[in-house]
């Protein structure tokens, strides 16, 4: 039997920046693997201090009292892909909290509806106003406003939506698709959203990158994750803990579960 | 060659420490091997006691820990008048803290100002104690085809102005291109498969946590002659290697014999020629195949065995 691999991020086993920096993530996926799992493990590490529904590990779930809480920061998801009734099914039933326990340390944002905005800065206020001063935020998806606001460029997405955002959270996970990254922009839409995630890849201290196999399709891999180091060098050079641990894992999503293994 | 009677090496350190003033660093990077993780390491390492750092960040919130002043940029993304003020008031207060520093005055990623105010900004912030020093991110920069350009209901389309990245490399007295260590990264094969995995933003391991990268000076100097000089940096042991650049020639290994024969390129270069002798050729494995001739014939499950064959096999 094949072992099964903890997900590590940095050098003290943790999956999220555990510094008192401000660090910004950035996972990338594209279609065909969903992060869905991922963020689930990372709402998981930041509620339970562990991510339980990776490798079959919900049964030690007993373990974790609702009472005891790693830490007391909480974790808000924003998402311009998915809608509350989405978010409330898929996410957090899954997670299975105790509903008071949930209030106060998930958020959930449903930007959907914020898409026709005119100003970014209502977004920002928004999730601000819904966070209930969690530390950690996923932000799903914000490079669709790209094409939703016409007038929008990368710059302006980065300065006026990640930056203010960057700024009032510890941690923020950017999640963005790769579908639309061309390697030979055609268009100047294309060429802005390269920009967008190339420049929050410079701001960011880890890339977790979901892809499919590359050779098609098998019965017991979905697909991959790598782990590698982002642009931003982090500050403190002696502390070696919050170094990035670069790694390739085969993961195999299933019903309730998903299984990691090492490459 | 007048440029082989000094080494390369300690210009580069002069450069870095700042002992040889030049008023406009412009350093280029991308996602494969970025500035904050290789570069701007090394000006840290090589400053004296009377330089200050001021940090301009568009990107990052945290302080580096070799910073003297650090500015969030993004406080003042509504107008860049407003953030060279504030640029130019710290400059003068870290003046009347030390009179005698230089000041490096780093802009992390440049690309956010707008290029028609770029040159504006490089004028108001120079004075002669102040380097600045720009990062671009070069994949920053795309080609877009299929723009029209050209006067449109009598304006002038913004494509028409040279980008910043055009701007700076032509103002610039340095320019220092960040590229990654391929040849002494284990996971990727050569430059062309870490293109291929870069342009689908599919990073392999080891690109910017790698100890080593490499660099590429181009040194103005005030006669007008530009010099070029590739290094290896190590970051851990603060190493510049100059790397000599091959002989395109010598890589081709051209055969004379072919000169002037035809308008087409019948040479080999080293690559193609390491790629043509891994090839396995078919017949060598033929030749390998002992039976010597023989029809060799399994019989299968579904294969129906013709008892009234007269020609058949004998076993």
Request: charged share 20%.
């Amino acid at each position: 039997m094949v072992q099964k691999q903890d997900l590590i991020v940095f050098q003290d086993f943790s999956i999220l920046p555990n510094n008192n920096l401000k660090n910004l993530v950035l996972l990338t996926y594209s279609l065909g693997t969903s992060p869905a799992w991922l963020i689930q493990a990372l709402l998981e590490a930041v509620i339970f201090g562990e991510a339980l529904s990776l490798n079959e590990r919900s049964g030690e779930r007993a373990g974790f009292s609702n009472d005891i809480n790693s830490n007391d920061t909480g974790i808000t998801l924003a998402s311009f892909v998915h809608n509350q009734d989405y978010m409330e099914k898929h996410i957090f039933n899954k997670l299975k909290v105790q509903k008071t326990k949930s209030e106060k340390e998930l958020k959930m944002v449903d930007l959907t509806t914020s898409l026709q905005i005119e100003k970014l800065s209502l977004i920002v206020e928004k999730i601000i106003e819904n966070s209930n001063n969690t530390k950690t935020l996923i932000l799903e998806q914000p490079e669709i406003l790209l094409a939703t606001m016409s007038s929008l460029d990368a710059n302006a997405l980065n300065q006026q939506l990640v930056d203010p955002l960057f700024e009032a959270f510890d941690t923020v996970v950017v999640v963005s698709n790769l579908d639309f990254y061309s390697p030979f922009p055609r268009s100047s839409k294309d060429l802005q959203f390269n920009k967008f995630v190339q420049n929050v890849f410079y701001k960011s201290l880890v890339n977790l990158n979901i892809k499919p196999l590359s050779t098609g399709r098998a019965n017991d891999v979905t697909g991959t994750l790598s782990i590698v180091k982002g642009g931003d060098s982090g500050v403190n050079t002696n502390d070696k803990s919050q170094n990035v641990v670069e790694n390739e894992y085969l993961f195999f999503t299933q019903r309730e579960t998903t299984k990691l293994f090492y490459r | 060659m007048a440029s082989s009677t000094h080494n390369p090496s300690v210009l580069l350190k002069r450069l870095l420490s700042l002992k040889d003033p030049s008023p406009l660093y412009l350093i280029t990077d991308t996602i494969a091997h970025t500035a904050k993780n290789s570069i701007l390491n090394e000006f840290a390492f090589q400053s004296v006691s009377d330089l200050d750092i001021l940090y301009v960040s568009f990107e990052t919130l945290n302080k580096p820990h070799y910073v003297s002043d650090f500015v969030r940029a993004s406080q003042y993304f509504q107008s860049s008048q407003t953030l060279v003020a504030e640029v130019q008031a710290r400059i003068k207060l870290l003046h009347a803290k030390n009179p005698n520093a230089i000041i490096l005055c780093v802009f992390d990623n440049i690309g956010y100002i707008d290029s028609s105010e770029v040159a504006k900004i490089v004028q108001m912030l120079a004075e002669p104690r102040v380097s600045l020093c720009a990062i671009y991110h070069r994949d920053n920069l795309g080609h877009v085809e299929s723009q029209p350009t050209g006067l449109k209901d009598g304006i002038l389309p913004q494509n028409v102005y040279p980008s910043t990245y055009d701007l700076l490399k032509y103002i610039a007295t340095n320019v220092l291109e960040v590229y990654p260590d391929v040849s002494s990264n284990k996971n990727i094969e050569d430059e062309e498969e870490l293109e291929s995995l870069v342009s689908r933003f599919s990073l392999p391991k080891g690109l910017n946590n790698l100890h080593s990268y490499e660099l590429r000076l181009i040194n103005r100097r005030k006669s007008g002659r530009s010099l070029k000089f590739d290094f290896i940096v190590n970051t851990e042991t603060h190493e510049y290697v100059h790397k000599i650049a091959k002989d395109l020639s010598s890589e081709d290994a051209s055969d004379p014999s072919f000169q002037g024969l035809t308008t087409f390129n019948l040479n080999t270069t080293t690559k193609q020629k390491h790629a043509k002798d891994q090839v396995d050729l078919p017949f060598l494995e033929a030749q390998s195949f002992n039976t010597g001739g023989a029809i060799v014939y399994e019989f299968e499950k579904d294969d129906d065995y013709d008892e009234e064959d007269p020609f058949e096999d004998p076993f």
